[in-house]
């Protein structure tokens, strides 16, 4: 038995083959044998072989017509070998004089099971920098090793891992040893990572491994063959993550067959390490124009995670090296694309890979203060800078011109990352109490130097456009939001903004008169006087300094203070050096008030007197102004009053990093008159739902109030797995034509349409509608296997029964219309799960609400579903939506479907996972509402009980109630409401009484 077995693997390298050969052969160590596997080559590599094999009997030749694949071509190599070691040469590197006499001795004096030996690397076309720094990797000293330690040291993420590499090629493994190894691997052809996966199995039943790099016994040629630094198309890259995913398949499956927190560990960091390298080659080696789509296409021929992982990693690398090197943030750099890709390609298991997670957090971070940073000088370079004072986060309009400064920053915790802040530099930030939006304009005059200053506050702008628009008699235009819209009606763009300042000195605010509100005996000071927190003696005082300062002011006060016309808001633009003048004027008149006037007793409204008189002060200044400088060019703007500008935030995943069960997203549409139904379908589904996942349920609407929307939050708080959220889609759904042609269906319906685009972090979705009661656990609902199918969903039993009446017209209807093949296969829409990722690629959220604006559906956006995704549907069991028997429909129409339908629809009614009240009927309008006392049993438990009580008895003609309703307690036993009743009502109290008098009053009993 040779003391060393040598086994070469060969496909189509004939060119290299025989200086390969020949460098083993040459040893001066000559017990050994060489097994050379011909791989099914094309060149002349069997010729080559062949005349080798005939003039060495050391040499053991194997010629397979087939290629088979370099892990099975070893794996033959460990089947023949018999020496005491093996060690695998690639027959594009040599051996280099002298090693195997070496490494004989080496392992003589310590026999371990693997000995890992030191290479030299010869730049192949990588580079002599990345050649060099490869080989002081590679052959890094280590300790000798034991047991776990073993496979940690090359495997492990954690302390003391990722110390070694994997390769197999720099390894002597004892032949039983790897004997033993290769019959428990797959014997499937894993690709170009089989490395890993063939180390992970042998160094896991290693008992002793040692490192002698000091005995550099290998030539490698990095940059021959699949190290080479030749691009890679799309297509090539997406295989080679093909293979890269085949090997951590493997590996996880011998990990799990393994079953130690070690091996899992590992199976994790090879894993993680595996695509760390995929990626670097991506970064490489992919052309910038290909990068995104073949990270997307090898998503889908590995896995999406994975590689969303890494294109977050490389973005958080690409965003800290533009800051490090002090770069602005350019919106076309192209680690934004990999960021947002990233984003796409996660998913819904974004929310348990902690390595996604904090790649994400830091690139987020990284590109926040790059942002930050780039706005910062882009404010800088503008000639028109209007601020817009804000204390709290706010709507903001896309605009350089237009920004924000945080006010009171000095006496508050929160600093917004995305305003200026008026304590930088020299500032009144601490009088902020008392001036107002003046801390502000003072922080402007010291710190600003800008053609044109300019003030507007958070929920008032100017209206820059030419348009006259309807103002209410305070002389302010009323609007709803701050948004794209706005900003184009009121001009609101820095094009807009800089061309209706062109040769302006000073712009303001429309003249008001006063007398239009406060009557026709009405002057400012009467004005002043009328409000009910100010006092008209600090105006009077303020006035006196004025004109005891600048008696050349005596005039205009008189005559603003006794006239009845003026510019309010405190809104100004103003030229550099009327800016300066003015404040120079202003401030020390208010800080000569502030110093000489007891403003303690003052009420918190009083106390920002300070404010309210400068507005006065503005005024009498622009009177002079104009007085004295006639030829000055005052523009007057109307000012527009937003009042809805606090800050929207867009619908987030809820990540935890300490909790990270699978997240089942779930999405339903209401409004406010359906809340009470809303919350009695959640709390159903709350009460049946596995706790080995959390929730994140959003609620999308358009008028759901404040108030609603706490009392919701409250009663589901008691769930720690679930999240509760609200997304206002009215900005979204006011663009296009949507009516319903059924009068028991809302609008809301169509916001299934808009998912898509609303939760972009999610690639699957359950769709629910609001009128259910679910019994069944919707983490299995989830769980559908949805494959390439845009949706999962139930048949339509109702539908399908009207295609099969001979006198009906469904049938033409859906081919006619809905243009579907087979109109059997129509499904209902009020229970979906959606392939959000695929619902994308098929059709922009636009061009679905573009559908479901065709005035010839019937049933509206389930109709659009049926006619766009046919034959891409996976069909639910019955039980998944199981229709009540709204008005005897079971018997009258549903009898007509096909028989299998109807025998599987019948069955599903006595195994119900999710009652379905669709139709007219339902059970807080019906009394005998088919299973009606179902529904009761869950919304009695709600806070909306009683309201739905009232429902119930609007629509009960005899005013009486069910026995089910009239005969259960008010509050269930199990209702999360006896938390809050019971303490401050306990039984037998005469609170407690009066209550339960309260509750049989609503039902209408005695």
């Not at 690397?121 to 000798?144: H, K």
């Not at 496979?151 to 040893?177: E, H, K, N």
């Not at 209007?386 to 309009?397: A, E, G, M, P």
């Not at 009683?946 to 309703?965: F, K, M, T």
Request: glycine share 6%; hydrophobic share 40%; charged share 25%.
């Amino acid at each position: 038995m040779p003391r060393f077995s040598v086994c070469i693997p060969s496909y189509n390298n004939a060119c290299y083959l025989d200086a390969c050969v020949k460098s083993v052969l040459s040893q001066d160590f000559r017990d050994i044998e060489l097994i050379v596997i011909n791989d099914g080559s094309t060149d002349d590599t069997c010729m080559l072989l062949n005349r080798i094999a005939s003039s060495d009997a050391r040499v053991i030749a194997v010629n397979r017509a087939d290629n088979r694949g370099l892990h099975r071509t070893r794996a033959e190599g460990v089947e023949l070998a018999t020496g005491d070691y093996t060690v695998f040469l690639d027959s594009d590197d040599e051996f280099l004089p002298g090693f195997l006499t070496k490494l004989d001795s080496a392992l003589r004096a310590n026999p371990v099971d693997l000995l890992h030996f030191g290479i030299k690397v010869e730049d192949c076309g990588v580079g002599t920098s990345e050649a060099s720094q490869f080989e002081s990797y590679i052959n890094a000293p280590l300790e000798e090793l034991t047991g776990e330690g073993i496979m940690r040291a090359v495997f492990s993420p954690g302390a003391g891992g990722y110390r070694q590499d994997w390769r197999f090629t720099q390894r002597a493994f004892a032949t039983p040893l790897l004997k033993r190894a290769f019959d428990s691997m797959t014997g499937a052809d894993l690709g170009r990572a089989e490395d890993a996966y063939e180390s992970f199995v042998t160094l896991a039943m290693a008992t002793r491994s040692v490192t002698r790099n000091d005995i550099v016994g290998l030539l490698y040629n990095y940059g021959r063959g699949v190290n080479s630094g030749s691009s890679l198309s799309i297509e090539d890259f997406a295989e080679d993550a093909h293979e890269f995913w085949s090997s951590v398949c493997a590996i996880k499956n011998h990990a799990e067959r393994m079953g130690t927190t070690v091996a899992k560990e590992c199976s994790d960091g090879a894993r993680w390490k595996l695509f760390d390298l995929l990626f670097n080659d991506w970064s490489n080696r992919v052309a910038d124009c290909d990068k995104v789509e073949a990270a997307r296409v090898a998503g889908v021929r590995s896995s999406y995670i994975a590689c969303a992982v890494q294109l977050m990693r490389l973005a958080r690398d690409a965003a800290y090296s533009a800051w490090e090197a002090d770069e602005s943030l350019d919106e076309g750099a192209s680690f934004l694309e990999w960021y947002e890709a990233a984003r796409e390609l996660a998913g819904n298991e974004a929310a348990h890979s902690r390595r996604y997670q904090a790649f994400y957090n830091a690139a987020h971070g990284h590109i926040d203060d790059l942002r930050r940073r780039t706005r910062l000088r882009t404010f800088d370079e503008q000639d028109v800078r209007i601020f817009v004072s804000t204390h709290k986060r706010v709507d903001l309009f896309d605009s350089k011109v237009l920004q924000p400064v945080q006010v009171g920053c000095s006496m508050r915790d929160m600093r917004y990352d995305w305003a200026l802040h008026d304590d930088e530099g020299e500032n009144i930030s601490t009088l902020n109490s008392m001036y107002c939006e003046l801390t502000t304009q003072y922080w402007a005059w010291k710190n600003i130097d800008a053609p044109y200053i300019g003030f507007c506050h958070y929920r008032r702008y100017f209206d820059f456009s030419p348009e006259l628009h309807e103002q209410n008699s305070y002389g302010e235009i009323m609007d709803g939001r701050i948004d794209q819209v706005s900003q184009a009606k009121y001009h609101l763009d820095d094009a807009s903004i800089y061309k209706a300042l062109e040769g302006v000195d000073i712009a303001t605010t429309v003249v008001q008169d006063i007398r239009s509100y406060m009557g026709p005996e009405a002057t400012l000071r009467s004005q002043y006087d009328a409000a009910d927190h100010l006092y008209v003696e600090d105006l009077d005082r303020v006035v006196d300094i004025l004109v005891r300062r600048h008696p050349e002011y005596s005039q205009d006060a008189r005559a603003f203070l006794s006239g009845h016309t003026g510019c309010f808001c405190n809104m100004f633009i103003m030229r550099r050096d009327i800016f300066r003048a003015y404040c120079e004027w202003l401030f020390p008149l208010l800080e000569e008030f502030v110093n000489t006037t007891d403003m303690s007793k003052y009420s918190r409204e009083g106390v920002r007197t300070p404010g309210h008189l400068s507005e006065r002060l503005l005024n009498i200044y622009l009177l002079h102004q104009q007085r004295m400088h006639p030829e000055l060019s005052i523009k007057r703007l109307q000012c527009v009053h937003f009042q809805e500008p606090d800050y929207k935030p867009g619908l987030k995943m809820p990540v935890r990093l300490d909790d990270l069960r699978q997240i089942v997203p779930v999405v339903f549409a209401s409004d406010n008159n359906y809340v009470p139904m809303l919350t009695t379908t959640i709390y159903s589904m709350l009460s049946n739902a596995s706790n080995n996942y959390r929730y994140d349920i959003t609620v999308l609407h358009r008028d759901i109030s404040g108030a609603n929307q706490a009392i919701m939050r409250e009663f589901f708080s008691s769930y720690d797995n679930v999240n509760l959220g609200f997304c206002d889609v009215s900005q979204v759904i006011e663009k296009y034509n949507l009516t319903t042609n059924n009068p028991h269906i809302s609008v809301e319906t169509y916001y299934r349409f808009l998912i898509q685009d609303l939760l972009p972090y999610y690639d699957k979705v359950l769709y629910l509608d609001s009128d259910l009661i679910i019994r069944g656990d919707v983490s299995e609902l989830f769980a559908t296997d949805l494959g390439d199918s845009l949706l999962a969903a139930a048949h339509d039993i109702d539908f399908v029964a009207n295609v099969n009446m001979k006198r009906g017209d469904r049938l033409a209807y859906a081919k006619e219309i809905l243009g579907m093949k087979d109109p059997y296969s129509y499904f209902q829409a009020g229970v979906l799960v959606l392939n959000t990722r695929a619902m994308r690629s098929r059709h922009t959220m636009e061009e679905w609400l573009e559908f479901a604006s065709d005035d010839r559906f019937i049933y509206n956006d389930q109709d659009v579903l049926n006619a766009h995704c046919e034959g891409e549907v996976v069909y639910l069991d019955y039980s998944w939506n199981v229709m009540i028997d709204c008005f005897g429909r079971i018997n009258k129409v549903f009898t007509f479907a096909p028989a299998y339908m109807f025998d599987a629809f019948i069955e599903s009614r006595s195994n119900e996972k999710i009652v379905h009240y669709a139709g007219f009927e339902k059970p807080w309008k019906l009394a005998g509402c088919d299973r009606g006392e179902l529904y009761w049993r869950y919304a009695r438990e709600t806070p909306f009980y009683e309201s739905l009580l009232q429902h119930s008895i609007a629509g009960n003609r005899s005013g009486r109630l069910p026995d089910y309703l009239i005969h259960e307690p008010a509050l269930s036993p199990r209702s999360p409401l006896r938390k809050i009743v019971d303490p401050i009502a306990p039984l037998g109290s005469a609170r407690r009484e009066l209550g339960k008098s309260i509750i049989r009053a609503i039902r209408g009993i005695r």
